[in-house]
């Protein structure tokens, strides 16, 4: 059986290491993961109750139309509920916009490094990629707009930018969006912005009005802590949303998910609990990255990207015999850093002290 040409040569995501792999492999009892951006103070206690209740409806199908969560973002955004689509985690969803705008007579333009579903899906489809290398860590954005010519049918911006953790700032995004032409999709993946703390951190979805041809994704896995049950979102104009809903299978987002994120959406409090011990361990982490002499980029999500000095493979391996799981920068596109999510003060103190002996060995 022949497949399409370009599948055989796509890449296999990897994923950070499972922990009970790393239990075994090391002989090791505790193991801090640290790798895969999620929250480690979990969900919230709203979210466990929702579940409790929702098991009495396990022999039924999802609600096709997520009719309870589509209202409750539709108030919470102050959007229409057309503009809403679901997606099975917003990876997904950037499934659902290349199977719609992409095929081998299209470009697409995007980051590099940035998150790599998106070269992925595109391909997929059989478009041309065209990746802009970031300019100091950071989206380069005059550079992907000299990019832009009549094949071009999306641009993705990863804001905060995983891996990087940077951000494109509002008005360099509004200015973006100005010099683009209405009929090229502008995606903003928001996944890390509830954990955003810069004073000009774009409030892209009061963006969409303005701009039809703007369109934002947002997931429930990272600050919402529901990464486990694959629920994510994008907001747009109704009639891309429309298109999307074609390509989108049945009963997508589960039961379990709709129930949970709603409660996460209708607790607030807590979202700000997390936001709040997220900027704490992120000032940790810079501390000892700062007397360590390492260099890092400033973040906007809940990961740091910390340059070590040395093969990033190599201090992952070192930190993983330690019981320690983070990324490599060199899967990344960073080849001597570490990707680190923030974890309670701590695992991160763990994690600090680990990395300088490690450092302090390497020097040595």
């Known amino acids: 059986m022949q497949a399409k040409e370009q599948i055989p040569h796509l890449p296999v995501y990897k994923p950070g290491k499972p922990i009970e792999e790393v239990k075994r492999e090391y002989g090791l009892d505790e193991i801090i993961k640290l790798a895969s951006n999620e929250n480690p103070f979990g969900a919230s206690p709203q979210v466990k109750e929702a579940l409790q209740k929702e098991a009495a409806n396990m022999a039924l199908y999802p609600d096709g139309a997520s009719y ?14 057309d503009q809403i689509v679901f997606g099975n985690g917003s990876d997904e969803i950037i499934s659902f916009i290349t199977r719609v705008y992409l095929d081998a007579n299209a470009n697409t333009i995007m980051a590099t490094p940035t998150f790599p579903i998106y070269k992925t899906n595109a391909v997929i489809e059989g478009a041309e990629v065209i990746e802009v290398p970031l300019k100091d860590g950071v989206h380069d954005l005059e550079t992907m707009k000299g990019k832009v010519n009549d094949q071009t049918k999306v641009i993705w911006i990863c804001n905060p930018n995983n891996p990087s953790g940077t951000y494109v700032s509002e008005d360099r995004i509004v200015a973006f969006l100005e010099s683009i032409s209405s009929d090229i999709l502008v995606v903003l993946d928001e996944a890390y912005c509830e954990y955003a703390s810069a004073e000009d951190y774009p409030d892209s979805t009061k963006l969409i009005d303005r701009f039809p041809n703007l369109f934002v994704m947002r997931t429930f896995s990272k600050i919402y ?53 997220n900027l704490e361990g992120l000032q940790q982490f810079y501390r000892a990255f700062e007397d360590m002499g390492l260099s890092y980029y400033p973040s906007q ?26 990324r490599s920068g060199e899967a990344l596109g960073f080849p001597t850093s570490i990707r680190i999510t923030v974890g309670s003060q701590e ?16 020097a040595s």
């Not at 309870?68 to 509920?81: H, I, K, P, S």
């Not at 129930?259 to 700000?272: I, P, R, S, T």
């Not at 070590?308 to 992952?316: A, C, D, H, L």
């Open 347 to 362: 695992q991160n103190e763990k994690i600090i002290n680990v990395l300088k002996e490690t450092i302090t060995e390497g």
């Open 68 to 81: 309870n969560l589509r209202q409750g973002l539709a108030r919470f955004y102050d959007v229409n509920e």
């Open 225 to 277: 802590g529901l990464a486990s049950l694959r629920i994510g979102y994008g907001i747009g104009q109704a009639s891309v949303v429309d298109l999307l809903n074609r390509v989108r299978a049945p009963f997508n987002a589960n039961r379990f998910a709709q129930a949970a994120a709603l409660a996460g959406l209708e607790d607030q409090d807590y979202v700000k609990e997390c936001y709040d011990r």
């Open 301 to 326: 999500g809940n990961f740091v990207l910390v340059d070590t000095k040395r093969s990033g493979n190599e201090v992952f391996e070192a930190l993983l015999k330690q019981g320690i799981i983070v």
